[in-house]
């Protein structure tokens, strides 16, 4: 991307505001389900959950290693961390209390809670998929994988697998019922019905979608000049927020397979969409960027 272009993004975007804590840079979001508080992990051995309105962090949890991966659980008062080295800690949110700590033994990549908040599943880099009890902490299963979401009302669980493949499984048996070919080792975002699913990789600059149902391509997103390093829905899974090493951020109306808003920034970002649409939170470096944005419809 040439200084011409991002000098023309710049000024057609509206001016975020920049939340200022990190030390370090941010390389994992998450909004809480109401869009109030927006959760970061930063290389600097923290998490923090930010109040939007005002800008300033409401807490501030330590860490021993990086912070990698973010969830809040859909009651939002849960916030699960994953860190460099295999922590997965649990935490009641508000009060900056640890509930559980995990050791899973190497770097935790995803997390994710089912729609119940009864599961928590957390990908672990050589390990697979860990799935656990939200009130007994039990194991109850372990599957390969890279990347996890859980959807359709936790009914779903979308991996993604270093074999190019997105394997999808039925909780209730957890048999595989969906296997969708890809064209890379993929991570995935998944729409909160379960029946889309968009895949990046950050050697590639485009943002495949996959219809679950039909076992098949719905298209791709093209537009990003190098590497997508992350995606994130809305709540009607009509809208998708993506990030790239071109160091801009787009929004996609996911139907009609167009750009709708681009912003610039001044490092290598990572994203979070709101859940009504109407945000979009960006790790820019150490800083905790927020764009306001038109409400999915």
Do not use: C
Not at 46 to 74: E, I, N, Q
Not at 138 to 144: A, C, D, F, Q
Not at 271 to 286: C, F, T
């Amino acid at each position: 991307m040439t200084p011409l272009v991002v000098l023309a993004l710049l000024l057609a975007a509206p001016t975020p505001r920049t939340f200022v804590g990190h030390t370090e840079a941010i390389v994992a979001l998450a909004f809480s389900p109401d869009g109030a508080r927006v959760a970061t992990g930063s290389f600097d051995k923290t998490a923090k959950v930010w109040d939007v309105a005002s800008g300033r962090p409401a807490v501030s949890l330590p860490h021993d290693r990086a912070v990698l991966a973010l969830a809040f659980s859909p009651d939002g008062r849960r916030l699960a961390t994953g860190a460099m080295g295999g922590a997965l800690n649990v935490w009641v949110a508000a009060e900056a209390r640890e509930e559980k700590s995990l050791e899973l033994g190497n770097d935790v990549l995803d997390v994710a809670f089912s729609s119940d908040g009864k599961l928590l599943a957390a990908a672990v880099l050589r390990d697979g998929v860990h799935v656990f009890e939200t009130d007994t902490w039990k194991e109850l299963k372990r599957l390969e994988g890279r990347s996890v979401e859980l959807t359709a009302q936790g009914k779903q669980l979308v991996v993604g697998l270093e074999d190019a493949v997105i394997q999808i499984y039925a909780v209730a048996t957890w048999r595989a019922f969906r296997a969708l070919k890809t064209p890379h080792a993929p991570f995935v975002a998944a729409s909160p019905d379960g029946k889309l699913v968009a895949s990046r990789n950050g050697g590639d600059k485009d943002i495949h979608l996959w219809d679950v149902g039909r076992l098949a391509s719905a298209g791709k997103l093209t537009g990003h000049g190098k590497g997508v390093t992350s995606l994130s829905f809305a709540s009607k899974g009509t809208v998708l927020a993506s990030a790239s090493e071109d160091r801009t951020v787009r929004l996609w109306d996911v139907a009609a397979k167009k750009e709708l808003k681009s912003f610039a920034t001044e490092r290598v970002p990572f994203v979070a969409l709101s859940p009504d649409g109407k945000r979009i939170a960006v790790a820019d470096g150490p800083y905790l960027k927020l764009w306001e944005v038109e409400p999915e419809s």
